[in-house]
């Protein structure tokens, strides 16, 4: 009995002990959880005073028209905010949730979702010959080699470029994808999975090939597999398909002057014609930040997720930056990216996704603005995350000369000279962006007194760079490092900046300052010429001009009249909106016209060499006219090839 009594206390005391713990975890649980949506909610707080200062600042000093941002996490927008107008005549507000915009090149991170989505259902195989896929064209071969969709996806299948005639105003004028890849798919000119070369029409042909392996179109594809489960339904790849007076309008600056470019039809459209509203697509980005999951919908497996955000292709293991498949890779101040920018004339986009933090960002601009997408994109980084703008542990912020490091004793003289990025055109007219600035920008390096290999920075500040390994250098002043290719003769062939741009080795002779100069020359000795010919004219007697100097003047007069006729053609009869995507809606015919001039001068100049070589044979005397003709003779020689060069002869476009 007093056995029963005891166990009796001992359990009520072993309970009222119990309750009390249990209590006391309670409120420590509901203490914990208080802090957490303190912190959570002073973070928001911190983010949307962020946003809303850097952009209105920004915006004001950029005078840019509207903008969209939009943070995700998990599977929460924590921040969705329009500023401006979509529609500036009409007087529309940005709304994220309601505003349509082209995502650009942002469109290739779909494109190469899609293509994953498809290798895992076994209809397409990322190391399989691309033409295995393909029913009524075939992608040449080069040097024996084939290309696969890895290649593909990682902008190393080797193809030129070509921007003339990429897209159309109208849905009724827009080619098929087959038809445009196989009238315009471009040569290749570079070996496979080596050197990586951004290609708008690679992606094009890696969602035909998904398009070809899954009998069903490619964008009908990405509405099935895509769209539809990630609950985005104002997304898709086809303008026809948009609710116009949703649509964002794009603007382009013209000396001060905002102009409307409407959205036009890419006729590369995987590459870059994905249109969504901001809030739709952040579905996208919580999916890739959740390894392949979107609420309850599995998109991709948790494997294929990491293999497109990990390094699928570098130059070499030291550089910073990688390409994963389509996604670029990078850190900014010890913060891991994995992302994507866009850019085309009337809208500027980025996605950058921050897996390690566990958020993305999603900015859209309907006009180009590079330099106020970095400011407000790394500046909200910066902030937010409170990195130091120059530099923090885990990069350091630079490097003295003093500093520990021991260079090769090698010659740096070989790696001098100026390289020319990889992705510009070789076979087109566009190639003349080169001479612009515009494309096929140029590095030139050269060597100091001390044997480091100098360049320019961003900033316009001198680098100095030293050997570290056969063919790789590391600045002195910065972290950062450089790395070359040369060919079995041991001559340097391709340089390689610190991020996947690729440059190759270009002649002084053909570099486009050195360039621009000859052309010069060229047209002043031309233009001289061809008013020598008109003095000729109003002479009489032993001046007056002789059959040889009819050819001359006619010759030289020809080629001036082209030089004119194309600039009128390019500044008159194109719009400058067009001429910033690079004659997107091609030439106009009168261009066949025009590029029949050189043609007609070439003509004059072969039967002016015939008569000089006739009256030569007949013993005539030229007298000091004989060094005048061989300097025309010579004018000819360097003019037409640059014409060459710059494909002004024939109709190449």
Partial sequence: MHHALGDKRVIILMICILVNLVGRLTVAYAQDANSVSETSKYQT??????????????????????????????????YSKGFGYANTEAGLPVQPDQTIFRLASISKVVTATAVMIAAGEGAVILREDVNSYLNEFRVPDRNGSVINLRHLLTHTAGFDDKYIGKSVPTHKSTPSLESY????????????????????QGIALAGYVVGEA????????????????????????????????RLAMGYVDQNGTKIPFPVDHLKDYPAGQLLATPNEFAHFMMMHLNRGKFKDNRILEDSVVASMQSVQFKHHPRLHSAVGYAFMLWEHNGIRIVGHDGGYPGIQTRMWLMPDKGMGIFIAVNQLAGDFMNEISYGFIDRFFQTKENGTADQPAGRQANDDITGLDEPVDRFTGTYRMTRYPRATMDKMGVLMGQVGHELTLWQDRENHLMMFDHT??????????????????????????????????????????????????????????????C?????????????????????????VDHWVGWGSGLLLL??????????????????????????????????????????????????????????????????????????????????????????RF
């Fill in 460 to 521: 316009g500040n001198e680098r100095r760079l030293v050997q570290v390994e056969p063919l790789l250098f590391r600045s002195l002043d910065d972290d950062y490092y450089m790395s070359f290719r040369e060919n079995n003769s041991g001559s340097i062939t391709h340089l390689f900046t610190d991020g996947v741009s690729a440059f190759e080795k270009t002649s002084w002779v053909y570099t486009a300052g050195v360039q621009r100069y000859v052309w010069g020359i």
């Fill in 523 to 547: 047209l002043l000795a031309l233009f001289g010429y061809f008013i020598i010919y008109l003095l000729q004219n109003l002479r009489s007697g032993k001046s007056a001009p002789t059959t």
């Fill in 45 to 78: 707080e911190k983010m949307v005073s962020l946003w809303d200062s850097l952009v209105t600042v920004k915006m004001e000093a950029h005078g840019v028209p509207g903008v969209a941002v939009v943070a995700v996490s998990g599977d929460a927008i924590l």
């Fill in 181 to 200: 890849l196989q009238e315009d798919l471009p040569d290749r000119v570079m070996p496979p999975g080596e050197i990586f070369s951004y290609s708008n």
């Fill in 214 to 245: 899954t009998g069903q179109d490619f964008a009908a594809y990405c509405a099935q597999h895509l769209f539809t489960p990630l609950q985005m339904p104002a997304a898709t790849f086809r303008l026809e398909e948009v609710n116009h007076d």
């Fill in 562 to 651: 082209h030089f004119l006729q194309v600039g009128l053609v390019v500044n008159l009869l194109i719009p400058h909106s067009q001429l910033m995507g690079g004659f997107p809606y091609g030439l106009p015919d009168v261009m066949y016209f025009v590029q029949l001039f050189p043609w007609l001068a070439a003509g004059f100049s072969l039967v002016f060499i015939y008569q000089i070589v006739k009256r030569w044979r007949e013993g005539g005397n030229f007298g000091w006219w004989a060094g005048y003709y061989g300097l025309f003779v010579v004018t000819l020689v360097i003019y037409f090839n640059v014409l060459h060069y710059w494909n002004l002869l024939g109709f």
